[in-house]
C-alpha cells in the first residue's frame, strides 16, 4: 500500500514537473577565470566574508574578482595537506580542510596553516565530512570520527562501531546523523543513540546529506532518493527520485536546491509544490555547466553557487529582475517582431502591443509568469488590415473603442462590441480629415474628446452619431508675434489641472489654452542664454506624477520638470524647467518613456537602459542588461503600467516588464577589506623587505602600518567590498589624508588606488564601498601609511653641508677664490653634459632590450630584475621612468604588453589562439588584469579591437 502510495505521488511530481520550469541564467567561473581546477566538490563562506572552493587540485580562496589558490608542497608543513578537497566547514577566523591525506586548518585572517596538535596526525585517512555544531568540528574519515574542540583543538573519537558520513543538528538539539548503518538520533551531551531509522546505507563517496532548517524540516538524501521527515508520524517519507542526490540547500525565499551527479539541479517551490530541474544545455550559454553537481551553497546575498564536474556556477537573484517578452523567429507564441511601438492595456490581463508588422495579443496567466502570444487578426478576422503595417501608437477610450495609429496608414478604430473597423487618412483636398498618416500619440481628454498627434499637426475629433467623423486641426500658432508650427507631434498630455501639453519633435512644448469660443497655444522652447528654459527642443514624453508634477523627457537633454511662479503676472514667465541629465546620474540623456510606482519613484526608460529616480532625493539607480534590461534602446511611449503596478517598456528588442514592489534588492551591508598591497605591481608579503626595511609585519587588514622606504615611495593597494552580487557593480571611494582634499570614485571593473612620488611623512588611505544596489558601509577601513625620510635629501641635512661647505671654502680657499670659482663652473657644466649623456644612453639601452630581447613577455619582470639587466639601481630605474619617459614601471612594462597583443590579434599565425591565451604570452598573468589593462590604454576590450581592426 506504501509503496502504490509513493509510486502515485512521483508521478504526480513528474507532472508537475512539467508545468513548472524557471529559466536561471547561471555565470561560470572556470580555470580560464583563475579557479585552480575545474571540478568544484566544496563551497563555503568564511566568518570574514570570503568564499572558498575546494577542488580536486587546490583549494580557492575568493573575493569577488581575485582568486588566491592553495596547494601541498611536499616537506612543506607550512602548506595545505592534500590537494583533493573532500570536505570544507568554517569556524570563527579558521577554515577547516578535509582532504584525501587528512585535515588541516588555515587562519583565515592571516591566510597560514595553524599549528595542530599531535594528535591530528592521526587523521591521515581521507576526510569526507567536517560539521560544525557550534561547540566542536564533527570531523569524519573513512576510518574513524573525531569530535574536535574549536577552541582548544583537543580531539576525541566517537561512534567508533559507525562510519559517519553525514551530521545535522535539529530544532531540539538532537543531532541527526548518516552512517554506514543507516540514520541515528543521537543525544550528543549523553553520547547516546536515541533511535535508528532504516533508510539504507549512506555513502560518503556518494555526498549524501542532511540538512535542518529554522522550519523544523529535515530533508535527507541517500542513493537516488530525496526524503523529508514526518515528525507527527516520526518517520521519513521519499518524494523525489533522480539520480545520485546529494548536496541540498534553501534560500531566503524558502527555494529547496538538491544537486544531482547526472541529472543537474533539481528546484523544490514550496509554494507551488512542484519540483523542476535545470540541466546543462550546450545550446544555452547561461544554463549549467555540467549535469554532475557536487555541492550546492546559497550565501547571505541570495546567491546560489553550484559546483559542478566542470567549473563552478552561480546565478544571482537580484539580478534579472526584468522578465521580458521576445520576438523568436519560426516559435509560436512569441511577439511577431522584435520592434514594439505601442503597448495599450485592454483587460486586467490582456495587452495589444503594436509592432512593426501588426498588433499581437498577449494574455498574462500565474501572476505574469506565463503569457500565451498571438496575432489580433487570428481572433478578429476583419484585424487581418493591421498585419505587416507599422504600428505608432493603441488607445483604449472610455467607450471601449480602441484606437490604432499607424505609421503610415492614417488611424483605425476597432468597436470590440460591434467587430467593426473603421479608417481615416488625411486627403488633402478635404480641411476635414485628419492632419497627418502617421499616427504618433492618442489621448482622450477629461472631457471624452480625443485628440491625435500626427506628423503634420494636432487634431481633435468632432464626432457625430449619424454621419462621417470630421476633425478640427491645428498645424501652427502664433506665440510672441510670431508663427509656430505644430507638426510631428509625439505626446498629447492632460494634467491634473485639465491643461493639455503637447510634446513636438525639434519645436519643444505647447501648451494649449482655451475658453469657451477660442484655443490657443503658449509655446515652450531651448534657449542657450536662459538655463530655465527647456533642455532640448525634441520632446517625446509628457508625464505628470502623483505629487502633481508635470515632466518631458526629451531627445537629448533629459528629462525636465515643470516649475511654476504662481506671483508672475505675465502668465508665460509663470513656467520654467530644471533638467536632469547623465551629468545627475540619469543612464542616458535620450528619454523615451517615465511611468511612476506606487512609491512615488520615477521609471525611465532611456537608449541605455532603464533609470530608477527618487527625485526628493534627486538620485538616480540604473538597470542595465546586467539585470535583465533587453539590448537596444526603447521606444517613444512604448510604456503601460498594470493595475497591480506591473510596468511596461517597449522597445527594439521586444517588451521588458517588472513589478518595481517586487524587485529584488541587495540590502546586505558590504564589507570591505584590503586584498593586495603592491610595489611596482608587486604583492607586498607580511615580513618582506624593500630596500632593507620590512614594509609590513602583520597581515593586511583595516589599522595597520604601511612603512615605506624614501627609495620606495609609491604604491597600489586592491580592495574588494565582498559582496558577490554583481561585484562589478560596487562602487568604492578612497582618499588619502594628507593628500587628496576629495574622495576618488572607482568601480568594481578596477577596484584599487595607486600613488606614487610621496614626500616624507604620515598618511591614511580610507576606504568605503557600496553593494550592488547601492547601499553603503557605514564605517570606512583605513591603512596608515608611513613614508620615511632621506636623510640624504632633507633641508636640514643639505642646509648643514651648505653651511660647512661655504666655511671650508671661506677658511682653506679664500685666496684662490675667482680660479676656484671658474673651476667649480666648468666642473659642473662638465658634470651636467655626462649625466645627460648617460641618462639618454640608459634610455636608449632599455628602449633597445625592450625591443629586441621582448622582457615585457615575462609576467614575473619586476623593478628590481629590469634594474640589474642595464646594470643600475631600481631607485635609479624608477627615477628615469618617471622623470624622463614620463611614465611608472607598470605603464611602461603594460605599454609593450598591449601593442605586442595589438599586433598579434591581427597576425594570422595566431588567428587559433584565443584572445586570453595571447594575453598571457605577452605577459599578462590574469584575464581581468588583461582586459582592465587593454581597455585602460585602448578604450576597448581586445575582442572589440580585434572586430574593429578587422573590418578596416
Not at 685 to 690: A, C, I, L, M, T
Amino acid at each position: 500500500m506504501l509503496r502504490n502510495s509513493i509510486a502515485q505521488f512521483l508521478v504526480f511530481l513528474s507532472i508537475s514537473l512539467s508545468l513548472f520550469s524557471q529559466d536561471y541564467k547561471f555565470r561560470h567561473i572556470t580555470t580560464v577565470d583563475g579557479l585552480s581546477h575545474n571540478e568544484v566538490r566544496k563551497i563555503v563562506k568564511d566568518t570574514e566574508g570570503y568564499l572558498w572552493f575546494g577542488t580536486q587540485n587546490g583549494l580557492n580562496r575568493f573575493d569577488g574578482y581575485r582568486f588566491e589558490i592553495f596547494k601541498h608542497i611536499p616537506e612543506d608543513s607550512t602548506t595545505i595537506v592534500g590537494d583533493k578537497i573532500y570536505a570544507l566547514n568554517t569556524s570563527k577566523g579558521k577554515l577547516w580542510v578535509g582532504t584525501t591525506n587528512g585535515l588541516c586548518i588555515i587562519n583565515t585572517k592571516s591566510l597560514k596553516v595553524v599549528a595542530t596538535p599531535e594528535i591530528f596526525s592521526l587523521i591521515t585517512n581521507e576526510v569526507l565530512q567536517l560539521y560544525n555544531d557550534g561547540l566542536s568540528m564533527w570531523v569524519c574519515t573513512g576510518a574513524k570520527n573525531y569530535r574536535v574542540d574549536l577552541e582548544t583543538l583537543s580531539v576525541r573519537t566517537c561512534l567508533d562501531r559507525y562510519k559517519i558520513v553525514c551530521v545535522s543538528k535539529g530544532l531540539g538539539g538532537h543531532f541527526w546523523i548518516g552512517t554506514n548503518k543507516g540514520l541515528l538520533k543521537y543525544n550528543g551531551q549523553t553520547d547516546t543513540i536515541i533511535k535508528s531509522y532504516d533508510l539504507g546505507e549512506f555513502n560518503g563517496h556518494k555526498l549524501n546529506q542532511i540538512v535542518t532548517n529554522d522550519y523544523g524540516e529535515i530533508w535527507i538524501t541517500i542513493g537516488d532518493k530525496l526524503f523529508r521527515y514526518q515528525s507527527e508520524r516520526d518517520r521519513f517519507i521519499p518524494i523525489y527520485e533522480s539520480r545520485s542526490l546529494n548536496a541540498i540547500a534553501e534560500n531566503e525565499e524558502g527555494l529547496l536546491f538538491v544537486g544531482s551527479y547526472g541529472n543537474g539541479l533539481i528546484v523544490y517551490r514550496r509554494d507551488l509544490g512542484n519540483f523542476s530541474t535545470m540541466v546543462s544545455n550546450p545550446e544555452k550559454i547561461n544554463s549549467l555547466s555540467s549535469n554532475d553537481v557536487y555541492d550546492v551553497f546559497v550565501d547571505n546575498e541570495n546567491i546560489l553557487w553550484v559546483g559542478t564536474q566542470e567549473g563552478l556556477d552561480y546565478y544571482d537573484f537580484t539580478r534579472d529582475r526584468f522578465k521580458s517578452l521576445l520576438h523568436v523567429p519560426g516559435k509560436n507564441n512569441s511577439l511577431r517582431n522584435s520592434f514594439v511601438q505601442s503597448i495599450c492595456g485592454i483587460s486586467k490581463d490582456t495587452l495589444w502591443v503594436g509592432t512593426r508588422e501588426g498588433v499581437d495579443e498577449v494574455v498574462f496567466t500565474n501572476d505574469y509568469l506565463e503569457a500565451s502570444i498571438n496575432p489580433v487578426e487570428s481572433r478578429v478576422t476583419k484585424l487581418g488590415v493591421l498585419k505587416n503595417k507599422y504600428i505608432g501608437c493603441i488607445y483604449q477610450d472610455s467607450k471601449n473603442r480602441i484606437w490604432i495609429g499607424t505609421a503610415a496608414d492614417g488611424l483605425f478604430l476597432f468597436k470590440k462590441e460591434a467587430k467593426r473597423l473603421y479608417n481615416y487618412t488625411n486627403r488633402g483636398d478635404h480641411a476635414s480629415s485628419i492632419s497627418g498618416n502617421a499616427i504618433n500619440t492618442i489621448l482622450e481628454d477629461n472631457h471624452g474628446r480625443m485628440w491625435f498627434g500626427t506628423n503634420k499637426g494636432l487634431s481633435l475629433l468632432n464626432e457625430k452619431e449619424n454621419s462621417v467623423n470630421t476633425f478640427e486641426n491645428f498645424t501652427y500658432f502664433i506665440n510672441k508675434g510670431k508663427r509656430e508650427d505644430i507638426k510631428d507631434v509625439f505626446t498629447v498630455f492632460q494634467d491634473s489641472k485639465d491643461r493639455i501639453w503637447i510634446g513636438m519633435y525639434t519645436r519643444g512644448v505647447a501648451l494649449l489654452q482655451e475658453t469657451d469660443e477660442t484655443r490657443s497655444f503658449i509655446g515652450f522652447r531651448h534657449d542657450n542664454s536662459n538655463p530655465k528654459t527647456l533642455s532640448d527642443d525634441e520632446v517625446f514624453v509628457a508625464f505628470e506624477d502623483s505629487k502633481q508634477r508635470m515632466w518631458f523627457g526629451t531627445s537629448k537633454g533629459g528629462i525636465n520638470i515643470l516649475r511654476e511662479d504662481t506671483t508672475n503676472i505675465d502668465v508665460v514667465s509663470n513656467y520654467f524647467f530644471d533638467s536632469y541629465t547623465e551629468k545627475d546620474g540619469l543612464s542616458d540623456n535620450e528619454v523615451n518613456a517615465i511611468l511612476e510606482d506606487s512609491l512615488g519613484y520615477l521609471w525611465i526608460a532611456t537608449n541605455k537602459g532603464i533609470s530608477k529616480f527618487d527625485a526628493s532625493g534627486e538620485h538616480f539607480f540604473n538597470y542595465t542588461t546586467y539585470d535583465g534590461v533587453l539590448k537596444g534602446k526603447f521606444r517613444k511611449n512604448a510604456r503601460w503600467k498594470a493595475p497591480d503596478g506591473t510596468i511596461f517598456f517597449g522597445g527594439t528588442a521586444g517588451i521588458n516588464y517588472f513589478n518595481p514592489i517586487k524587485i529584488n534588492t541587495n540590502k546586505v551591508i558590504p564589507s570591505p577589506r584590503f586584498s593586495r598591497f603592491k610595489i611596482d605591481n608587486e604583492t607586498v608579503k607580511v615580513g618582506q623587505e624593500f630596500d632593507g626595511s620590512i614594509i609590513m609585519d602583520s597581515p593586511l587588514e583595516s589599522g595597520v602600518q604601511i612603512t615605506l622606504p624614501f627609495k620606495d615611495n609609491r604604491f597600489e593597494v586592491e580592495f574588494t567590498a565582498l559582496s558577490y552580487a554583481s561585484a562589478f557593480r560596487n562602487k568604492y571611494l578612497y582618499k588619502l589624508e594628507g593628500i587628496d582634499s576629495l574622495w576618488h570614485e572607482v568601480s568594481g571593473e578596477n577596484p584599487q588606488a595607486s600613488y606614487s612620488l610621496l614626500p616624507s611623512g604620515k598618511y591614511r588611505l580610507y576606504v568605503k564601498v557600496s553593494n550592488n544596489d547601492d547601499v553603503w558601509n557605514d564605517t570606512p577601513i583605513y591603512l596608515d601609511i608611513y613614508v620615511k625620510s632621506d636623510v640624504l635629501n632633507s633641508v636640514a641635512f643639505k642646509l648643514s653641508m651648505a653651511v660647512l661647505l661655504l666655511f671650508l671654502i671661506v677658511l682653506i680657499l679664500f685666496k684662490r677664490r675667482n680660479n676656484n670659482n671658474r673651476q667649480k663652473v666648468k666642473k659642473a657644466k662638465s658634470n651636467d653634459l655626462e649625466m645627460d649623456l648617460d641618462v639618454k644612453e640608459k634610455i636608449a639601452e632599455l628602449e633597445a632590450m625592450m625591443k629586441s630581447e621582448k622582457l615585457y613577455l615575462d609576467p614575473d619582470l619586476r623593478l628590481n630584475k629590469l634594474a640589474d639587466r642595464i646594470d643600475i639601481s631600481a631607485n635609479y630605474l624608477s627615477t628615469l621612468l618617471n622623470d624622463y619617459v614620463g611614465e611608472n614601471f607598470y605603464d611602461y612594462i603594460n605599454y609593450y604588453r598591449v601593442e605586442e597583443v595589438k599586433k598579434r590579434l591581427l597576425d594570422p599565425v595566431y588567428q587559433n589562439q584565443t584572445i586570453s591565451s595571447i594575453g598571457g604570452d605577452c605577459g599578462f598573468n590574469s584575464k581581468s588584469a588583461f582586459n582592465r589593462i587593454f581597455k585602460n590604454f585602448t578604450g576597448k576590450t581586445p575582442s572589440q579591437y580585434q572586430k574593429q581592426a578587422s573590418r578596416v
